[in-house]
Structures are given as C-alpha cells and as structure tokens.
C-alpha cells in the first residue's frame, strides 16, 4: 500500500481516496475513475485543500477493508477530513466543502428507502434486539465528512468480534452509530449527486456539487476538464 500526499500548504483539512477496484476494473473504468480523480485532485489545489491518495494496486481492496482504511487515516492530524470514492466528478462552481458543511462527529447523504431496508435487515439477522428503541439511519459511503477533533471518530471505524462476519462497509457504519449512540449530520443531496445518465448530465453538473456514479462514458461527454 502507497499513501501519496500531495499538499501545497498547512492545511487543517483533507480530502482522500482508496484508489482500488474490484469487479469493476476494467480500461473503461480505469480511464473514467483516473478523470474523476483528476477533478478531485484539481478541486484541492484551488481550494488549498491536502490530497491523500491511497495506492492499493497490485492489491484489490473490499468493502469491509474500506474501514481499516478509514480507521488508518483518522488517526492523521487534521481537524476534518473529507472521503470520496473514485467515481465522482466535483463540478467546477463546488463550494469548498470545509467552509460550508460543519459536524459535530460525521455527516453523509442519508439512504435511499430501499438501501435502508436492507442494511436494517442484515443487522437485525444479527441483532435483533435493536429493533427496540432505536431508530434506523445510515449514509452513502462515498462521501463521507468527518470531524477528527471530536472523541467519538475512532469509535466510527471500530470493528469488534460481533461484527467480524459483516463485509459492507456501510452496514458496519450504521451499526457502530447506533452501538455507541454517536451524533451525525445529513448532507444535502448536492454533496453526493446519484442516479446519474446521460439525459440529465447536463442538469447534473450544473446544479450538484459532488457527482457519483460517473462510470463509463458519462462524464467524457459534454464534461469540461478543469482549468
């Protein structure tokens, strides 16, 4: 494993990525995710921002090793840290998030209904006891925004011997936010733009902040790189 750091300046904040792949790695996606870094890595240097790049090749990363990444990078000195996936485009007109988003400990966009019917079910296969008193919520994992100054965040990134079966990182998240009663945020659905296709591009990056899911051709079609 590589960690590459790029930083222009003394940053109190980060943006990283696990640049891995699984079942998806192929040219097309190679090429399609290398662009979407790009504009990752363009949106930090505008902003002053420090970039982290996690370099897992010749090794593929799962999604349960996802959070003994997570975990590696919050013990860094930051005051907050910023996680995205690989197939996200940032738009050029992007508010720097770090000036416009605050949490207490961790904030996401909040599932879809039938996301959360399934993490819900596969916890409760194993815990059904906290299907009493507690209310269900959990986040896309591919942008996540966590404050590293608050004595909860490691607690987020714990993976104890109940739950050593689990392979979803986002199933794990949810757990451990209800285990430790930890206080989240939800993002605005900009932060985390989903659905995308080649008929709504256009309205995509024109009124969404951080696009995901852009795979395949989509962002090389009608996408202005950075300047």
Partial sequence: MVIKINS???SDFAIYQIDGYTDRDSTKVRISQDFCIKSVENY????????????????????SLKIDY????SGLEYKKLLYLDCDIIIGH????IFDTVDCDVI?????????LAYCKSEILKKFPDLDKGH???????GVLLYNLLSPNIRKLFTIDSNILDIKDDEIILMYNLMKYNISSDTLDPKWNFRG???SNLEYALKENYYIHLCVGSYHTNG???WE
């Fill in 107 to 115: 904030a996401g966009c909040a599932f879809n209904d039938h996301r």
């Fill in 196 to 198: 995308i296709t080649d």
């Fill in 70 to 73: 997570h975990r590696l990078i």
């Fill in 93 to 96: 007109d992007a508010h720097n």
């Fill in 223 to 225: 996408y202005r790189d």
């Fill in 8 to 10: 222009a300046t003394t």
């Fill in 44 to 63: 930090c240097r505008k902003y002053g921002i420090d970039y982290i790049r996690i370099d897992t090749h010749p090794n593929r990363y799962n999604h």
């Fill in 135 to 141: 209310t269900f919520y959990g986040y896309n994992g």
